[in-house]
């Protein structure tokens, strides 16, 4: 029998934890005989007297357990749950939700199949199909919500996981202990957002399960709406390897675009050739920088001989890059002519800038990102 433990964070809840503590339970009757269902409540030393009303429950509910900690936001106290728990309970899978009744428990079973069926990280999705955010949510609620998660989504190029911050989830153990080492030190909402990342880092298989979100009826949500938002963005913006490729990419653009201007006006190398030779360059840099920073978590390994093989695949593979810049500054040049252009009669650009900008924004940056993670840094 394979053991399950829902954690449930809880600081002021004494309105809604004993009504979800009893519709877990009652969901634990109705699962498959091969699944042990507890609950672990950690308690961030409520006021309200949570905590209390856990204990005086855990006569009723033998596999309640209640869990005290000092108030240090919602990863601390996921954190804590999650090490006390694999500690006694030794669970194969560990639950994440709220307690505030925005979860539904009736969907427990529905997260079980989906571990059953190979997954890893079971997320419980307000935008997949069959999903919902409640209707009475104002129309600046619903924008922030969806385009904050879609900003998300693009940011780590995974847009077909449709949900990174909500917070109900099954996880199989063996992720947690894996990637606590590298959560543990968030302490806010973003801790969400990190244990997803690291789990898709560390080859997680990651489903979906549609669900209904509710607005809680009782008590007051603890989140920083402007806190929450600073820390997601900056989360995404150090740790997403796509904006890495991105930054790597313009440092490259702007070497690439130096030399070929020194090719051209100072050493009269044919704009062609120039533009040929100015790319190898900046390919070789982002080489380099996207190996031991953008994708250093699947950076190339097994010693110099493996590194100069990948090295002189990735020159192979990256020629394509070099051909499209090429063909692409021969096709400009033959039908928009080599000439000036005169930008709202203010500044004067040469056109093989203006088609270079082109060529390597939607052309050499898309065709690269997609053989960079095809080929060269490959999931491990």
């Known amino acids: 029998m394979r053991r399950a433990v829902v954690i449930l964070p809880t600081y002021n809840e004494a309105a809604n934890i004993q009504p979800l503590i009893e519709r877990i339970f009652q969901v634990a009757q109705t699962i498959n005989a091969r699944w042990e269902l507890h609950v672990a409540v950690v308690d961030s030393d ?6 209390q009303i856990v204990k005086d429950l855990i006569s009723q509910y033998p596999k309640l357990h209640l869990i005290t900690t000092k108030k240090e936001g919602l990863g601390k106290a996921y954190t804590t749950g999650f090490k006390t728990v694999m500690e006694t309970l030794q669970p194969y899978v560990l639950f994440e ?32 199909r069959g999903g919902s955010i409640p209707k009475d949510w104002g129309i600046d609620r619903k924008i922030f919500s ?30 947690i202990k894996k990637v606590l080492p590298q959560i543990q030190n968030y302490s806010g909402y973003v801790f969400q957002v990190a244990l997803l990342d690291n789990a898709i880092k560390s080859l997680a298989v990651i489903r979906e399960v549609p669900i209904h979100f509710v607005d809680r009826k009782n008590g007051v949500s603890k989140i920083n709406s402007f ?25 490259g653009f702007v070497i690439d675009f130096l030399f070929a201007y020194l090719f051209i006006h100072f050493l009269h190398i044919a704009k062609v050739l120039a533009n040929t030779f100015s790319a190898e360059i900046a390919i070789i840099f982002n080489f380099l920088m996207n190996n031991f920073w953008s994708f250093k978590h699947k950076k190339i390994v097994g010693g110099m ?58 052309l050499i940056i898309p065709y690269s990102y997609f053989m960079y993670n095809k080929m060269i840094w490959k999931e491990k």
């Open 305 to 362: 001989f493996a590194y100069l093989k990948k090295f002189i695949f990735f020159n192979v593979v990256t020629s394509g890059s070099i051909i499209i810049q090429a063909v692409g500054m021969a096709v400009s040049l033959a039908l928009f002519g080599d000439r000036v252009y005169n930008l709202l009669n203010i500044i004067s650009i040469q056109g093989w800038i203006i088609y270079k900008v082109f060529i390597i924004a939607f």
């Open 146 to 175: 969806i385009s904050a998660n879609l900003i998300i989504r693009l940011g780590f190029m995974k847009p077909h996981i449709t949900e990174w911050t909500n917070g109900y989830r099954a996880i199989k153990t063996w992720i």
């Open 97 to 128: 939700m709220d307690a505030d009744l925005s979860h539904d428990p009736q969907k427990i079973p529905a997260f079980l199949q989906e571990i059953e069926k190979g997954a890893d990280f079971v997320i419980g999705s307000r935008y997949r």
């Open 227 to 251: 806190q929450y938002i600073v820390q997601t963005f900056f989360y995404v913006f150090t740790h997403s390897p796509f904006i890495k490729y991105v930054i790597v990419g313009f440092i």
């Open 46 to 51: 409520s006021p309200d007297k949570t905590g």
